[in-house]
């Protein structure tokens, strides 16, 4: 029969001496972070509720209108456009920096001048949005045949025998002109998901990709069975950046087109409503949208982070 082994008990004055002590850790910790919480509650989750509640009101806040704001947004014409241009930028925008990143990554990987390559390509971060919208806004633009083309894409275009086109202001293109102002964005990203891309791409081990070149698997094999496998994690946490940093698309939209031409998006259909159009009810319903779009890629980039940890 087991006989129960009493566990020692510390004294009362060690106890006593103990009690103080965990207050004071206790207050220590709430003077650091106390700051920080009372900076995120007003500066973060006040805005939030107060954004919602506005939501709920008429242009000017003065009569509850409850979900009449979101039911205009999906049922109006110019705003069901302007969700779609946002959905189209997050499959395009985001595939293509995020392959483009990855393919360059895995190419330069293997030349001599890659530090040279690697900072060519990501000379581009080093600019603004709005920048990077003016300086592809030159390269669109447009002059009546007969004209000089000053726009390098229609310079070239009409060197071959081609007419000038309104590239990015074509009222029936209206696919091709959110395209070509996506293709700014991948041009000014693509370098930020190569080095991303490229530090975890190194961390790969010599000797599984030796190993597997020596079992006689092609360079395609290797890439898809081996490479991207082993650095998922790290596609998928550049993937969410970017579909965080493309819902918060606004400058190159504004810039190039002003969200003419069809290509409006959230962000700029918000600048509108608030500041020109002063219907506070629509533009914080907008805002919500994009709040409830961005919150579960917030929640996928929590749920992997914590599964890396646990991995540890």
């Known amino acids: 029969m087991a006989v129960a082994v009493p566990q020692p008990v510390a004294p009362p004055a060690q106890q006593s001496r103990k009690a103080p002590a965990a207050r004071r850790d206790k207050f220590f910790a709430w003077f650091w972070i106390g700051p920080a919480v009372v900076f995120v509650g007003v500066l973060l989750f006040y805005p939030v509720l107060d954004t919602i509640g506005l939501s709920l009101f008429n242009f000017d806040s003065s009569k509850f209108v409850g979900l009449q704001n979101f ?45 040279f390559a690697k900072a060519t390509i990501f000379i581009p971060m080093a600019l603004s949005m709005t920048a990077a919208a003016v300086i592809w806004r030159f ?108 819902l918060k698309i606004f400058d190159i939209v504004y810039v190039m087109t002003g969200g003419n031409f069809g290509t409006n998006v959230i962000n700029n259909e918000y600048w509108n409503q608030l500041f020109n159009f002063n219907q506070f009810g629509v533009a914080s319903a907008l805002a919500v949208i994009l709040l409830i779009a961005v919150i579960p890629v917030m929640l996928f980039n929590i749920r992997r982070f914590r599964i890396q940890e646990a991995q540890r």
């Open 71 to 115: 039911h205009l947004i999906f049922t109006n014409p110019l705003l069901l456009q302007v969700l779609r241009n946002n959905l189209l930028w997050l499959v395009v925008a985001t595939g293509g920096t995020v392959l483009l990143g990855l393919i360059i990554a895995v190419l330069v990987d293997r030349v001599r001048i890659e530090s």
């Open 139 to 246: 390269v669109y633009a447009y002059a009546a045949p007969g004209e000089k083309q000053i726009g390098l894409l229609n310079a070239i275009w009409t060197a071959f025998g081609g007419q000038p086109q309104a590239w990015t202001a074509d009222p029936k293109s209206v696919l091709l002109n959110n395209l070509l102002l996506i293709v700014t964005y991948v041009w000014m990203w693509t370098g930020f998901c190569m080095v991303i891309l490229s530090a975890a791409l190194k961390s790969i081990p010599t000797e599984i990709l030796e190993a597997a070149r020596t079992d006689g698997a092609s360079e395609l094999s290797i890439f898809f069975r081996i490479t991207v496998p082993m650095i998922s994690p790290t596609i998928a946490v550049v993937a969410t950046t970017m579909l965080i940093n493309v």
